[in-house]
């Protein structure tokens, strides 16, 4: 019987039961449906009634949350390794052991095998990839479990699997035609899973090409979730003609194409896009250049491709630090990512003009959701022994989702160590 009900935010509420059990349920947020629950023995009668509460973080200056953050890590030491996304705000990055983008990061969760816990400040995708990476003994946390990520939310394994048994039952996969799932990192666990049940892999931004290489050569055809616009973009790249791209809507029968359509296609793409890269356009780059006609544009391939055949350069969050970073002093660029990482490099490099490609705002607001408040809030409880936020992928789809994220890391190493 449920003797207590505490609401922690809009999405999260604490259930505490007789049977010595606390609950925090989620509601709503189909892609983050997991119920964490802890063990009262091991927090204490005490410290329940005492449990450091989200809404207390809130009330906080910014200077008492930062060193409530420094207390709760200096107490858990080595235990902890804080992991930060590139689109992560500055507020949150200065806390941040390790940064990088979506690949870098998955490599160092699967190399920090000492670490108890490893809190991520990312999305909800990268704290799946880095427990599924991770090993047996270590913990996922996730600050703010609303932290999801829309794109990853337009493809669901069902959905997938449907599209998969449609292909088969028209003969565009079968024995003398081979079809290869490529899946982008910024998907559920089970798709990866898919992926990896089905000699598929996961790819990043930043690994898309030398993946797309070998699997082109590998197989006669591939189907890539779930940005079409990385996935069109990097096929255009090995030459593979837009009349020999399929989009796959998962609301129409055959994914709303002919079988004709399907079995000419090289490359189908399933129907997703990122809400903050769809937002530039063609005109934002017409009208950056007419206002400075030497500025470079730089684009991430999860715009559209109208945007990316405009710009000057395109490329992943690494390749964009990497660009500017070693351009030099004076050079202007109109930047087409996220918001955080473009107003951290105008910082950066305050020699060089940078600017967002678009005149408002584009910011990823879900990685916003990772605020210093949730961060001191998951800390300090981890440093109490109360396990927060866990993200927990189940043994089967981990198992499958760790070959294809494990196939993705020794390709891609492998690759850079030729080249
Ligand atoms: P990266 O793979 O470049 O880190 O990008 C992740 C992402 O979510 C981009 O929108
Ligand atoms: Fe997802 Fe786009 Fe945010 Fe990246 S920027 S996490 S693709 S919503």
Known sequence: MWFGLRKISRSVKIFVCESQLICILLIGQETRKMITVLEKEKVGEEDVQNAFLLE?????????????????????????????????????IRHADLTGDSYQLSVMAAQRKDAEFIVFCGVHFMAESADILSEPHQKVILPDLGAGCSMADMASV????????????????????????????NSS??????????????????N????????????????????????????????????????????EELGGNTEEDLHKAKLIL?????????????WHVEQVRKETPDIKVLVHPECMYEVVEKSDLNGSTSFIINTVTNAPSGSKWAIGTELNLVLRLQKQFPDKEIRLLAPDLCMCATMYRIAPPNLAW????????????????DGETKHFANIALERMISLTEQNKAKN
């Open 56 to 92: 207390n973080y809130l009330k906080m200056s910014d200077a008492e949350i930062a060193e409530h953050i420094e207390l709760a890590r200096k107490k858990l030491g080595s235990r902890v390794v804080v992991l930060g996304h590139h689109y992560q705000r500055d507020d949150v």
């Open 158 to 185: 069902e959905q997938v699997e449907d599209a998969w048994e449609q292909l088969k039952e028209i003969g565009v996969i079968s024995d003398k035609n081979t079809v290869a799932p490529m899946t982008y990192m």
């Open 189 to 206: 666990a089970a798709i990866k899973a898919f992926c990896g049940r089905e000699r598929g892999v996961v790819c990043t931004s930043s």
């Open 208 to 251: 898309a090409i030398p993946l797309f290489d070998l699997y082109l050569k590998e197989f006669d055809k591939m189907m890539f979730f779930p940005d079409q616009h990385l996935g069109r973009n990097t096929g255009l790249k090995f030459g593979i003609p837009l009349e020999k791209m399929a989009l796959w809507n998962p609301h």
């Open 270 to 282: 399933w129907k997703g896009h990122c809400s903050v890269h769809g937002r530039f356009k063609p």
């Open 378 to 393: 998951a800390l300090e409880n981890l440093a109490a022994g109360n396990i927060v936020n866990q993200i927990s992928v």
